[in-house]
T-cell receptor, first 117, second 113 residues
Framework: GAVVSQHPSWVICKSGTSVKIECRSL??????MFWYRQFPKQSLMLMAT?????????EQGVEKDKFLINHASLTLSTLTVTSAHPEDSSFYIC?????????????FGEGSRLTVL | AQSVTQLDSHVSVSEGTPVLLRCNYS??????LFWYVQHPNKGLQLLLK??????LVKGINGFEAEFKKSETSFHLTKPSAHMSDAAEYFC???????????FGAGTRLTVKP
């Protein structure tokens, strides 16, 4: 099946710094990528939908200036957590939708665990 | 608007016994439905999907699910649980809009020896 790669898988940073997480579709083109946040023992919360070449669509309650999303190519989307604080510590997961079918299957990255000290 | 409800937050079975993870959905459209599995600190892996073809869908690792429109259900089953099946399972409904996707709260499956 298709592969989605996230990098880094683990990151620890100091409060106030910015962290960038990459999501790549390795063997297919993804016009749409999704970013989620997952708290311990909870479901995935959709943060935003990233469309190649256009601005991301954020879910209600998600700060656009805090979580910057860029989808510069058909195989890469990035999430930048700006001025990170301890409450931003979480597991962030991306997914990419394959094209060519009416209901594209979602392929998920392995996730990136962010710890802000 | 769409929604999905996973009726059990935690299911515990003994190895070798059947598994039933329940999912009910609500959708204005004819939805696509998915089951994903997540092992600790990992991303999600697709188990199976229903996209308006056969109502009984077979997936990987011996799992299957049946789409029942009259009951608005898409329960996940496996005849015989294996220790490696212990994980978190998510039911997902995806409608007519690529952005209109809803995750269930998840069901944690524990398999006892």
């Amino acid at each position: 099946g298709a592969v989605v790669s996230q990098h880094p898988s683990w990151v620890i940073c100091k409060s106030g710094t910015s962290v960038k997480i990459e999501c790549r579709s390795l063997d297919f083109q993804a016009t749409t990528m999704f970013w989620y946040r997952q708290f311990p023992k909870q479901s995935l919360m959709l943060m935003a939908t990233s469309n190649e070449g256009s601005k991301a669509t954020y879910e209600q309650g998600v700060e656009k200036d805090k979580f910057l999303i860029n989808h510069a190519s058909l195989t890469l989307s990035t999430l930048t957590v700006t001025s990170a604080h301890p409450e931003d510590s979480s597991f962030y997961i991306c997914s990419a939708a394959s094209t060519g079918t009416s209901y594209g299957e979602l392929f998920f990255g392995e996730g990136s665990r962010l710890t802000v000290l | 608007a769409q929604s999905v409800t996973q009726l059990d937050s935690h299911v515990s079975v003994s190895e070798g016994t059947p598994v039933l993870l329940r999912c009910n959905y609500s959708s204005s459209y004819s939805p696509s439905l998915f089951w994903y599995v997540q092992h600790p600190n990992k991303g999600l892996q697709l188990l199976l999907k229903y996209t308006s073809a056969a109502t009984l869908v077979k997936g990987i690792n011996g799992f299957e699910a049946e789409f029942k429109k009259s009951e608005t259900s898409f329960h996940l089953t496996k005849p015989s649980a294996h220790m490696s099946d212990a994980a978190e399972y998510f039911c997902v409904v995806w409608g007519d809009n690529n952005n209109d996707m809803r995750f269930g709260a998840g069901t944690r499956l524990t398999v006892k020896p």
